[in-house]
């Protein structure tokens, strides 16, 4: 099972940027993916999910109504469009995989290589 974070880059306040989390190895229709970041001298954070069949999505305070998670099983991907961005969504973004979208991020295993997001002018 391999979980891959892509996407991420520089973007002023204000604007969006799509990262994505490639999947192999692994049957997306029954995974829940979860993303997270983790900004310096701060601990991971979750903040978005979405579960496997039934798609429901989950975000934590701080991004919701800005990001938005979607899947597309076919090609084993899972996106996170944010928009919106702000200094404070600096950080290094990751997904992970767990059987249900469980808000705590020990749940989630086969976490891959993160891609960093920089919010910056």
């Known amino acids: 099972v391999q979980l891959q974070a892509s996407g991420g880059g520089l973007v002023q306040p204000g604007g969006s940027l799509r990262v994505s989390c490639a999947a192999s190895g692994i049957n997306l229709d029954y995974t829940a993916i979860g993303w997270f970041r983790q900004a310096p001298g701060k601990e991971r954070e979750w903040i978005s999910c979405i579960s496997s069949r039934q798609n429901l999505t989950r975000y934590a305070d701080a991004v919701k109504g800005r990001f938005t998670i979607s899947r597309d099983n076919a090609g084993n991907m899972v996106d996170l469009q944010m928009n919106s961005l702000k200094p404070e969504d600096t950080a290094v973004y990751y997904c992970?995989?767990?059987?249900?979208?469980?808000?705590?991020?020990?749940?989630?295993?086969?976490w891959g290589q993160g891609t960093l997001v920089t919010v910056s002018s």
């Open positions: 992970a995989a767990a059987g249900a979208c469980y808000y705590n991020t020990n749940l989630f295993a086969d």
